[in-house]
Structure formats: C-alpha cells, structure tokens
C-alpha cells in the first residue's frame, strides 16, 4: 500500500530564506507527482507536477524533483516571503487516484 | 474561466439527517473524486468516478453514498450512517490519460454536526 510522508510537519522562517520541503513515498510505480499550496479554510491550488519520466518542474521562485527509485521529492522555495506562508501538500498518482502526504505548514515572517 | 465548483461553502447537518455536497465542473474531466480531510491528517478518498455511471469505493467509503449521472456533475451525499461526518469535503477531477496531467480541486465543503 502506498504511503506518503512529508518532512518536516512545520517549519517558521525569517523572510529571504531558501527552503526545502521533503516529501517520500514508499511504492515508486506512480504515473506523477503532484505539489499543492492550501491556505487556511481554502481548497487546494496546484503548484508543480511531475511526471514519471520527469526529473524536474520549475514555476517561478519554486523547484520540485523527483527520484522515483528513492521513493523521494524536494520542493525548494527561493527567496521565500511572507505570502508562502501555507501548508504545502505531497500526492503522488498512481492506480488513478491520489494518495496524499499530511503536509508542511510553512509560516513565512517578515 | 474553467473549474469545480463546490456547494455549500458551509453545512450543518442535525443528527439522523441526510445531507448532499454538491460538486459540478466545466473542465470536461471524465474522472471525478471526493476526499475527506480532518486536522492532522492527510486527505482520505472517499469515492471516485472514471465515467458517467460508474463509481468506486475509496479508503473510507462507509457512510457515504454518490451518483454519476451527468459528465459535470459528481453529488457525495453524508449518510446518518456516518458516525464522525464533521470534516472539510474536497471535490476534484482530472482529464483522461494516465500521468498526463494533475488535479484540479474545488474550494471545499466544510460540514458541521450540530
């Protein structure tokens, strides 16, 4: 069975500072890798996928891998703000449905 | 501008009451899927549709009950069944292909037993 793990579970940073978010899944047969923001009360917005064949996506000031014979995906935020501060979300795709991780709360202060 | 539309935005449902989120999208995805999230915890798959007229058991399926009738539209219906129901609900759907592309969510059900 599929299980997804994200570490660490919080994280409080000053503005300006590089992150990585680390997210491992146990069954590396997943068609992608999907990574997701989620503010307080709100759905979930996409960041980044990757798929299988994929190494890398970049968006911006975000960059998310993936080693799929690890079993391991890093998000890294460049420069980070106080607007990042959300939980980030891990799923990966595999059997056509989303198995998620229970995420990083991230808090960004000035 | 394409998405999922998720309704209510909040619910109270009384005790023994039946009560149905609501979930319609204009993306033209085939596959549709109900999840479950509570603090703490990761998102939990309730039920799934690949096509109109077909639907599969999730995770944590006991309680709960849905209908695939039309392409847009994918109602979950919270059961007195269900002894635990106060949570937030996600609605999502994805095109066809394996990997081809991701998840589009909707803004969520948050439902409360009171």
């Known amino acids: 069975k599929q299980e997804v793990t994200q570490i660490p579970a919080a994280l409080s940073v000053p503005e300006g500072e590089n992150l990585v978010l680390n997210c491992s899944f146990t069954d590396s047969a997943i068609y992608n890798l999907q990574w997701f923001r989620q503010d307080p009360g709100k759905g979930l917005t996409s960041l980044l996928l990757i798929q299988s064949s994929q190494r890398e996506q970049t968006s911006g000031r975000l960059n998310a891998s993936l080693d799929k014979s690890s079993g391991r995906s890093t998000l890294y935020i460049a420069a980070s703000q106080p607007g990042d501060s959300a939980t980030y979300l891990c799923?990966?795709?595999?059997?056509?449905?989303?198995?998620f991780g229970t995420g990083t709360r991230l808090q960004v202060f000035p | 501008d394409g998405g999922i539309t998720q309704s209510p935005k909040y619910l109270f449902r009384k005790e023994g009451q039946n009560v149905t989120l609501s979930c319609e999208q204009n993306l033209n995805h085939d596959a549709m899927y109900w999840y479950r999230q509570d603090p703490g915890q990761g998102l939990r798959l309730i039920y799934y549709s690949q096509i109109v007229n077909d639907f599969q058991k999730g995770d944590i399926a006991e309680g709960y009950s849905v209908s695939r009738e039309k392409k847009e539209s994918f109602p979950l219906t919270v059961t007195s069944a269900q002894k635990n129901p106060t949570a937030f609900y996600l609605c999502?759907?994805?095109?066809?292909?394996?990997?081809?592309?991701?998840?589009?969510f909707g803004s969520g059900t948050r439902l409360t037993v009171v």
């Open positions: 799923a990966v795709d595999n059997t056509d449905k989303l198995i």
């Open positions: 999502a759907s994805r095109p066809p292909g394996q990997g081809a592309s991701g998840y589009t």
